[in-house]
């Protein structure tokens, strides 16, 4: 039996497992199992690792993505670039990372937005998710802006978006965890107002199926995507990486 597993904290509301113990069933894969290991401390993954030794292939989320790093026997470029891991390959012992978060965000960006070639991006946040999303526009060659409650260096506050950047900016992404359940009347306090139907909202968040985020933007006419397709495409992802 090959073990695979998903580490975090907390996972009370965790999409991996439902959706990889449904694909196991879907594609009759008989030889795996996908399990929740919640680690408070990431200090305790080397235990996890001994005590299942068929374990072949773990998912990472909050909080461990960046600090998982530091217990891996390798790391794959992209995902050194961006700094955060969201897949281990486990093989003899050997841990390798990888961010096939940011495959997923790409590929479904691909899906929402076809005028990739004319648009301009901000960015809602700049933690981990943040990180992979950036690295996805970098490949595909759309400009961006970082917005944060903190702005340091380049990036800009919530409170100077302005109705000309606004106007400038028209692919939007939600990377903060606002108006995730059971938060789900909150939501990035941006302008929306000036939003049009010619922009687009990208929300990294999945559950509820449309965040106030989204709500707010199809009011004003705008195209919206919730996180669904990303979190499936990355873990089509993690599972090519795992049987590769």
Not at 112 to 139: D, N, Y
Request: hydrophobic share 35%.
């Amino acid at each position: 039996m090959r073990r695979f597993g998903l580490i975090g904290y907390p996972l009370g509301h965790s999409f991996s497992r439902k959706y990889f113990t449904a694909k196991f069933q879907r594609e009759g894969i008989t030889d795996a199992v996908y399990e929740l290991f919640e680690l408070k401390n990431l200090e305790d993954f080397p235990a996890l690792l001994a005590q299942y030794p068929d374990m072949v292939g773990l998912s990472v989320t909050i909080p461990h993505k960046q600090n998982i790093i530091q217990f891996l026997d390798e790391i794959d470029p992209v995902a050194a670039r961006i700094g955060a891991v969201n897949t281990v390959k486990i093989t003899n012992g050997k841990c390798t990372g990888f961010n096939t978060d940011y495959i997923g965000f790409r590929d479904s960006l691909k899906n929402f937005c076809p005028e990739l070639t004319s648009v301009k991006a901000l960015i809602l946040g700049t933690g981990g998710a943040s990180k992979a999303v950036q690295a996805a526009l970098q490949e595909l060659h759309i400009p961006f802006k970082l917005v944060s409650r903190n702005p340091k260096n380049e990036e800009v506050s919530y409170k100077d978006l302005t109705p000309e950047m606004i106007e400038a900016h028209k692919l939007i992404i939600n990377t903060t965890p606002l108006g995730t359940f059971p938060n789900t009347e909150t939501c990035p306090e941006i302008p929306y107002e000036y939003l049009t139907t010619t922009h687009y909202l990208h929300d990294l968040v999945y559950n509820p199926e449309e965040t106030l985020f989204m709500k707010n933007g199809t009011e004003k006419g705008a195209k919206t995507k919730n996180g669904y397709e990303m979190l499936v495409l990355q873990a089509e992802a993690a599972w090519q990486i795992w049987n590769s």
